[in-house]
Antibody, heavy 122, light 107 residues
């Protein structure tokens, strides 16, 4: 069974940093692109970025809205995905999801975690 | 960015009825459109991709149609477990973008 479990959320002050983790299990982690998506309460989900699989060199792409502040990485020995968030702002308050890209078509996520809540507030 | 508009934010229907949820793209996205279901306390679930292809495990009462800018998710013969939020997502170009969701309530 495919499982994705986010951790590391909580309260952070504006200007601060936070790293989210996502533990993956039930599939060959290195075969898959992995994504981060966030969703402010009551709003549309927002794609943040992804990191490619082993075959594509683990390169990353980001939404311009967060490029330069957010960094996606992965530890393939531990089947872990990370989202490093810097210079956080109130508008970064959201539930953050990790997700796996499906094998059947690119840029569609076929498995999601349950999310980690991040609140940016003083 | 491609804006995805789900004009109906809320929809209520009874079990056994059929419902349609619409999604409109701000430009043509061919059929690069996916539908997701989100239920409270549960992970997002991919229902349909490529506009009309059912993801493995999606019940056949779900169907997707449309191409270009206008898309529809239809659920026929609603089951009580179909309540939840439904989102469309375009993947024609990056940044990937989502609609704001349609909440389906079962009467």
């Amino acid at each position: 069974e495919v499982k994705l479990l986010e951790s590391g959320g909580g309260l952070v002050q504006p200007g601060g940093s936070m790293r989210l983790s996502c533990a993956a299990s039930g599939f060959t982690f290195t075969d898959f692109y992995m994504y981060w998506i966030r969703q402010p309460a009551g709003k549309a989900p927002e794609w943040l970025g992804f990191i490619r699989n082993k075959a594509n060199g683990y390169t990353t792409e980001y939404n311009p809205s967060v490029k330069g502040r957010f960094t996606i990485s992965r530890d393939n020995t531990q089947n872990m995905l990370y989202l490093q968030m810097n210079t956080l702002r109130a508008e970064d308050t959201a539930t953050y999801y990790c997700a796996r890209e499906g094998k059947t078509t690119g840029y569609v996520m076929d498995a999601w975690g349950q999310g980690a809540s991040v609140t940016v507030s003083s | 960015d491609v804006q995805m508009t789900q004009s109906l934010s809320y929809l209520a229907a009874s079990p056994g009825e059929s419902v349609s949820i619409s999604c409109k793209a701000s430009k043509s996205i061919s059929n690069y459109l996916a539908w997701y279901q989100q239920k409270p306390g549960e992970a997002y679930k991919l229902l349909i991709y490529s506009g009309s292809t059912l993801q493995s495990g999606t019940p056949s009462r779900f169907s997707g149609s449309g191409s270009g800018t206008d898309f529809t998710l239809t659920i026929r013969s609603l089951e009580p477990e179909d309540f939840g939020l439904y989102y469309c997502q375009q993947y024609y170009e990056k940044p990937l973008t989502f609609g704001s969701g349609t909440k389906l309530e079962i009467k």
